[in-house]
DNA sequence: ACTGAGACTGTAACCGGTTACACCGCCGGT
DNA sequence: ACCGGCGGTGTAACCGGTTACAGTCTCAGT
C-alpha cells in the first residue's frame, strides 16, 4: 500500500495537520520541523493523493474532453487546442472519447463526474438534455460545435463559410455545383449543407438534388460520392465536399477516372486540416481555427469554473483559403 | 453543492449502504426498494461521485499518459493509439504535456498520482529515475520510446530502422548520404544517428563528417539542414532525414533552390507520418508503428495493473516504405 | 412450534487528505 | 504582574463514497 501522510506524521513525530501544512504551504510551520517532515517524506517517498485531495477541496483542477472519436486530424487539433488552454491555465486534462450511441456517452459522462471540474463536449449528434440529465447541477458543460439554443457553446459559422465557398465556385463560372455532404444526423454537415443552398438560390445556379449526395465525413464515402457524381447524365463542373476528407477521397476517385483537377473538374474542401496544404493539387477549403475552437471552449469553462459567471455562446468564423484545386491559381 | 448518496438515501427512506448496492448491483435489493431509489435518484439528479469511490476502492479505472509536447502528426497518433487500447479495456485516459524540463515533468507527475492506475510516459530527453523517484511505489509506468535498461518500455527499433533506410539509399547507387539528425538529447535521434553511421560503415560509404548536419525534428530546422547541405562543396546525392517533418521542410528548401527531387536529390524521412503519402512527391520513409506503440504501451501497463505482474519491455520493428522520392520508383 | 438459511437492510469504520477550532508558550505593551 | 496577540502545533470532524459485520424478517423443513 501506498505511503500516506500518517505515515509520514508518525515518522516526523508531528500531525497530519502539519504535515498537511507543509506541503500546501496552508499555515505556518516552524522551520526545523518543516525540514524534519520534507526529509522523511522524501525519504519514504510519499507522494500526496490527488484523489483524497480532490475530494475534501472539491476541486480536480482538470477539466474533461468527449470527443466522439479520435480519427481524422481534426480532432487532433481540437485536442492541442484544448490541452494549450488548459496547460496555460495549470489545469489538466481528462480525456474520453465515445464512438456509440448515447449508452456510451452516458457511461463516459458519468465516470468523468467528481473527477472534473468541468467538460467540453463535442457531440455533433446527441441532443444536449441528455447531457445535462446525466450530469450533476452546476457542473459548467461547453458544447463544442453544436449549436444548441440557449446552451453554452462555441461554435464555427459553417453556414456562412460554406455559402462563401459555393459563391467562390460560382464566380470562377462554375453553374453545375456538386456538394457531397456529411449526413442527416450531423449538425455540422447540416449548416453546411444550408450554406450550399442558400448560395445555390442567391447565385441562381442550377438546384439540381442530383447535385446533393451523401457521404459520411470519411475519405471513403468522399470516394464513393464522387463516382456517383461521374456517372451523373450531365456532370458537375465543380464539387464542394463537406469536409476535406471526403474532397481528399474525391480527389483519389477523380484521379483514376483520369479527370484532371481543377481542368476536368474543380474540388473543394472543408475544414482545411494540414494535409489540405500538401496533397496534390493544393486543396482549396474552408479555413476553420480548430484549434482556436478548442482553446476557446475551454477558456468558456474555465472561466464558469472559476468566476462562477455563466458559460456564453461563441461563433468562430472561417476564412476561405484558396489553393489549386479550383481551378483560381494561388 | 451537489447531490450526495446520504441525500438520495433520506429521501428514499433507506441507509446510504443499500443506495450503493444498487448503483454497483453489489448485493441483493429488494425490487420495490430498488425501483424507489433509481427513481428518487433520477428526479434528485444524482450521479455518483467518481473522485469518492476511487478513494474507497483505491482504483480510478484510468491511465496516465504523458507526452513531451501535442504538437505534430507524431503524438496524435500516439493518442490515438492509447485511446483506443484504453477504451477497449473500459478504462479511461488522463492526459497531460509537458513542454520544459524536469521540473515541470514532476510537477504534472505529482498531479497524476493517486488519480491513475497506471501510467505511459513518453519523455525521450529525461532520465528515468526523475520519474521514479516521484512517483509512488508500485505505481506502474511504462516508458514509450525511451530504452532505459531495467525498466519497463516499449520502443521502436530505431537503430535498425535508420540503417535499413541507409541501406536502401546506398544500393540505389548514392555514395554521398547526408543524415539530418534529431538533436544529441534526444534518445530515439541518437539511435537512429547511430543506425545511419553503422550503415555506412557497412557499405563502405562516404564518411564525411559534413554529412551529418543537426536538426531539432521540426520542419523548419529540417529546411535549415537542407540549405546547410546546399552549400557544402560537394553536395550530397542523398538526404536522409531523422524524422518527416525534417524531411518535408528539407524538401521545400530543394525545391525552393531550383532542385528537383528525386532527380537532383533524393529524400526520405523516418516515422511515416500520414501526410508522408499525400507530399509530391510522396516520401519515402521509414514507417514505425507509432499507433501500436501507444496501444501496447497502454497493454503493457494495464497487465500491470490488473495481474499485478512486472511491466516488460517491446521492441517494435520498423518497415521501409519506398515511395517517390527516393527515386527508387514506387 | 422451532430452527436455520437466505434475502434484505442498517450501522459504522474506513479511504487519505483538509481545515475549523483549541491549545500552548512566549513576547511586548501597559 | 497581567493581558492580548501570534507563531506553532494537535484533535477531530468532514468530504462522498464502499463494505465488513450484524441484525431483522420470512419461510421451508422437521
Redesign the pocket.
Known amino acids: ?9 508518525r515518522q516526523a ?9 507543509v ?2 504551504e ?9 525540514q524534519r517532515i520534507l526529509q522523511t517524506a522524501g525519504a519514504l517517498r ?4 490527488g ?3 480532490s ?4 476541486t480536480t483542477e482538470t477539466v474533461g474532453v468527449l470527443l466522439p472519436n479520435l480519427y481524422g486530424e481534426f480532432y487532433s487539433e481540437v485536442i492541442r487546442g484544448v490541452e494549450g488552454a488548459v496547460r496555460a491555465r495549470r489545469y489538466h486534462t481528462l480525456l474520453s472519447s465515445v464512438h456509440d450511441g448515447p449508452e456510451e456517452l452516458v457511461a463516459a459522462l458519468r465516470t468523468l463526474v ?1 473527477r472534473v471540474d468541468g467538460l467540453v463536449v463535442m457531440s455533433p449528434d446527441i441532443a444536449a438534455d441528455v447531457i445535462e440529465a446525466n450530469l450533476p447541477e452546476g457542473l459548467p458543460v461547453v458544447l463544442l460545435g453544436a449549436a444548441v439554443p440557449g446552451h453554452a457553446a462555441v461554435t464555427i459559422d459553417n453556414e456562412a463559410g460554406a455559402a462563401e465557398m459555393t459563391a467562390h465556385l460560382a464566380g470562377l463560372g462554375h453553374r453545375r455545383i456538386a456538394h457531397v455532404a456529411g449526413g442527416a444526423g450531423n449538425a455540422d454537415a447540416q449548416a453546411r449543407l444550408a450554406g450550399y443552398r442558400r448560395a445555390v438560390a442567391e447565385a441562381g445556379l442550377d438546384a439540381d438534388p442530383a447535385l446533393v449526395v451523401d457521404g459520411d465525413f470519411t475519405e471513403s464515402s468522399g470516394w464513393a460520392a464522387a463516382h456517383a457524381l461521374l456517372e451523373l447524365g450531365e456532370r458537375p463542373t465543380a464539387v464542394f465536399a463537406a469536409n476535406d476528407s471526403m474532397a481528399i477521397g474525391a480527389l483519389r476517385a477523380f484521379r483514376e477516372a483520369g479527370l484532371d483537377v481543377p481542368a476536368d473538374v474543380a474540388l473543394a474542401g472543408f475544414d482545411d486540416i494540414p494535409v489540405a496544404e500538401y496533397v496534390t493539387p493544393a486543396l482549396t477549403s474552408v479555413h476553420v481555427p480548430i484549434h482556436e475552437l478548442g482553446a476557446r471552449a475551454v477558456e468558456t469553462v474555465l472561466d464558469a469554473v472559476l468566476d462562477g459567471s455563466d458559460a456564453r455562446f461563441t461563433t468562430l468564423p472561417t476564412r476561405l483559403v484558396v489553393r489549386e484545386s479550383c481551378g483560381a491559381g494561388g
Open positions: 500500500m501506498a505511503v500516506t501522510m500518517r505515515d509520514v506524521a513525530g508531528v500531525s497530519v495537520a502539519t504535515v498537511s501544512r506541503f500546501n496552508s499555515g505556518p510551520v516552524g522551520e526545523r520541523t518543516r510519499y507522494v500526496p493523493n484523489t483524497a485531495r475530494l475534501t477541496t472539491n467528481g
